[in-house]
Nanobody, 113 residues
Framework: QVQLVESGGDLVQPGGSLRLSCAVSGGIFSVSAMGWYRQAPGRQRELVATISTLDRTTYVDSVKGRFTISRDNAKNTVYLQKNSLKPEDTAVYYC???????WGQGTQVTVSS
């Protein structure tokens, strides 16, 4: 059974940093590109960053230069390092496997002073 478990969400001040983690069990991590999405209240879910099995990355324009997606295949974990956080980064963040379309439960990130 495939499970995705996110962690690392928190309340942080503007300009601060957080690292989100998503641990994937069930044997598909090494063959799956991974993505991080976010959904703010009243808004549609938005793709934030992706990483392929060959470590090629993409980012939405609003986070370029501030967020970094990475993966550790030995730990079956994908990360999202978030720096220079802004209030508009406030959202529930979800990880997603592009292979067979699995989702995590989400982790809340709130950026506020």
């Amino acid at each position: 059974q495939v499970q995705l478990v996110e962690s690392g969400g928190d309340l942080v001040q503007p300009g601060g940093s957080l690292r989100l983690s998503c641990a994937v069990s069930g044997g598909i991590f090494s063959v799956s590109a991974m993505g991080w999405y976010r959904q703010a209240p009243g808004r549609q879910r938005e793709l934030v960053a992706t990483i392929s099995t060959l470590d090629r990355t993409t980012y939405v324009d609003s986070v370029k230069g501030r967020f970094t997606i990475s993966r550790d295949n030995a730990k079956n974990t994908v990360y999202l390092q978030k720096n220079s956080l802004k209030p508009e980064d406030t959202a529930v963040y979800y990880c997603h496997t592009m292979y067979r379309d699995y989702w995590g439960q989400g982790t809340q990130v709130t950026v506020s002073s």
